[in-house]
């Protein structure tokens, strides 16, 4: 019997001695520019596959120096069953690296705790605005953005002074602080968010453009575009990331009928969100697609003077104002078909299959940092930018 407990006793050490402490993630890219604010997913299955059972709340992210960072896990299956608490549910661990100019790989544990991890400040948010006529506004600690509901579009009873517009449009909150505004901005009011008073402001002029980014299909002399947004879903809210869709009731383009999913990716640390476009018709087809930035969006009184660029891939403004501070818009669109404009709109389009989604990229930075004190900055980030989405970092996981 002694010898048979000192068997177990060894096997147990054995198993124990075996069991990974840590998964290790290691990255990697080809890049000597720097990389800020990397984001990095891992999917929770390899997270669990090495810390069995690991809890979202009872983990620890660290990088090389020991240092404890800021992390999020999306749960792609809310009302998955998890009958062990194993968090078997989990979708990604997501969090974020800093390269510096020439730093091409880095590595990082994540382990267990037995405490529980606090919550992490919100670099990334995204709602529904029911108490300002449905708009959906997105941010991060860089920049602010919103469209528009139905609501928005529905005709004014006569009398009530309501607003009305119709638009598919992308609008643009250039904000000073780091901290979240949206909540704060939409208490605050239509009549104060569009003056700077100390937070910035809402100083980019949609209408019934594309604003900056909005998307439509081109019939080879004309844009067909969408009405206001008819739905919408977060999947995922902070802290690092949020994702959200907008969906857009069918319009006509020439005769055929189209609709469109957009899902749209929003990281900390970032000028430019990722967007995915799936346009729907009735029998499967090639759509030319084009994205647009607003000739005028500037509001009069500034005295604007607008200048666009066209690259490879890439559609861009700089607007000088008078005094409210200048800024830049960019579309960012990987294998880019061309460009055309109509006469609200520049546009560089692309070709689409319905059914599947187009990815793009939605940018606009302001020269109130010091990264954008003029066009030519600005340039010059958007192609770094461009050149970064080309070189994507690799990820290795494994366990210690």
């Known amino acids: 019997m002694k010898h048979i407990l000192s068997a177990l006793v060894l096997a147990l050490a054995a198993l124990q001695a075996g069991a990974a402490e840590r998964l290790v993630v290691t990255v990697t890219h080809e890049l000597d520019a720097a990389r800020p604010a990397e984001t990095i997913t891992v999917p929770w299955a390899e997270v669990n596959r090495v810390l069995p059972g690991a809890l979202l709340q009872k983990i620890a992210v660290r990088d090389a120096a020991g240092h404890l960072l800021p992390y999020q896990v999306t749960n792609v299956a809310p009302q998955a069953k998890d009958p062990k608490g194993e968090g078997i549910a989990y979708g990604e661990l997501i969090f974020q690296h800093?390269?510096?100019?020439?730093?091409?790989?880095a590595r990082f544990t994540v382990e267990k705790t037995t405490s529980?991890?606090?919550?992490?400040?919100?670099?990334?948010?995204?709602?529904?605005?029911?108490?300002?006529?449905?708009?959906?506004?997105?941010?991060?600690?860089?920049?602010?953005?919103?469209?528009?509901?139905?609501?928005?579009?529905?005709?004014?009873?006569?009398g009530s002074g309501k607003e009305v517009l119709e638009t598919s449009g992308m609008d643009i909150w250039f904000k000073r602080p780091s901290y979240l505004v949206v909540d704060r901005w939409y208490n605050k009011g239509h009549d104060h968010y569009h003056k700077d008073e100390g937070e910035g402001l809402d100083m980019y002029a949609v209408g019934r453009t594309r604003g900056a980014g909005?998307?439509?299909?081109?019939t080879g002399n004309r844009l067909a575009v969408s009405r206001n947004y008819e739905s919408w879903r977060v999947i995922t809210n902070g802290p690092i990331r949020a994702v959200f869709e907008l969906t857009y009731a069918p319009w006509?383009?020439?005769?055929?009928?189209?609709?469109?999913?957009?899902?749209?990716?929003?990281?900390a640390g970032h000028w430019f969100d990722r967007v995915e476009s799936t346009f729907t018709t009735?029998?499967?087809?090639?759509?030319?697609?084009?994205?647009?930035l607003n000739k005028k969006p500037a509001y009069p009184a500034q005295d604007p003077t607008v200048t666009p660029y066209r690259a490879p891939d890439t559609l861009m403004q700089w607007v000088h104002q008078r005094s409210a501070g200048d800024f830049g818009?960019?579309?960012i669109l990987p294998g880019a078909d061309g460009y055309a404009e109509?006469?609200?709109n520049e546009l560089i389009l692309a070709k689409a299959r319905s059914g599947q989604p187009l990815r793009y990229y939605l940018g606009a930075g302001v020269s109130w940092f010091a990264e954008f004190p003029d066009a030519k900055a600005w340039q010059a980030h958007v192609a770094a930018?461009?050149?970064r989405l080309a070189s994507p970092v690799s990820i290795r996981v494994g366990a210690e």
């Not at 990334?124 to 609501?151: C, K, M, Q, S």
């Not at 909005?214 to 081109?218: E, F, M, P, V």
């Not at 055929?256 to 999913?261: F, I």
């Not at 009735?282 to 647009?292: D, E, I, K, S, Y």
């Open 385 to 387: 930018y461009r050149q």
């Open 342 to 344: 109509d006469v609200d």
């Open 116 to 158: 529980v991890s606090p919550p992490f400040p919100t670099q990334a948010f995204a709602r529904y605005v029911p108490e300002r006529l449905d708009d959906f506004a997105w941010e991060n600690d860089r920049i602010a953005h919103r469209t528009y509901g139905a609501a928005l579009a529905a005709p004014a009873p006569p």
């Open 329 to 331: 818009t960019a579309i």
């Open 282 to 292: 009735a029998t499967p087809q090639t759509l030319t697609v084009a994205l647009g």
């Open 252 to 267: 006509d383009a020439d005769g055929v009928q189209v609709s469109e999913v957009k899902r749209f990716t929003v990281d």
């Open 98 to 105: 800093d390269f510096a100019a020439g730093e091409r790989q």
């Open 214 to 218: 909005g998307t439509g299909i081109w």
